[in-house]
């Protein structure tokens, strides 16, 4: 598989709820840098941190929470994508939709590194 069907495939099966699918395409030692102010940013190191600290938090807090895709670019090793995440947050019942830019780095048929750029006031004003 070439780097930008790992990462396309990586978003379809999330879109189709096969967690386990998107997680094996996770290299074992995956960096995944969420942006500082976003909800589940930071950094997380392994697949078990990525769905603990993140895709769990998704689906226990978020009503509703989508990336919407617009664009991938495909620069070899490393693949951009470009969309909209769409939210509604259950505590408060608001609901957000903020531009994003993901940038993978994939090595071998596995995502290595993940970064994310993201207008996190947006998110954190749906909380």
Do not use: C
Request: glycine share 10%; no cysteine; aromatic share 12%.
């Amino acid at each position: 598989m070439d780097n930008l069907t790992v990462v396309k495939t990586f978003y379809q099966s999330l879109e189709a709820g096969q967690l386990e699918k998107a997680i094996g395409l996770l290299h074992a030692d995956v960096e995944w840098v969420g942006m500082e102010g976003f909800p589940y940013g930071g950094v997380s190191r392994g697949p078990d941190a990525v769905v603990k600290n993140v895709f769990a938090k998704f689906g226990e807090e978020w009503a509703i929470w989508q990336a919407a895709i617009d664009e991938f670019m495909d620069a070899g090793d490393d693949i951009v994508v470009l969309g909209t995440y769409k939210g509604t947050y259950k505590a408060t019942q608001k609901s957000m939709i903020a531009a994003f830019a993901h940038v993978y780095h994939v090595q071998e048929g596995q995502i290595v590194r993940f970064r994310q750029f993201t207008d996190t006031l947006k998110v954190r004003a749906a909380m």
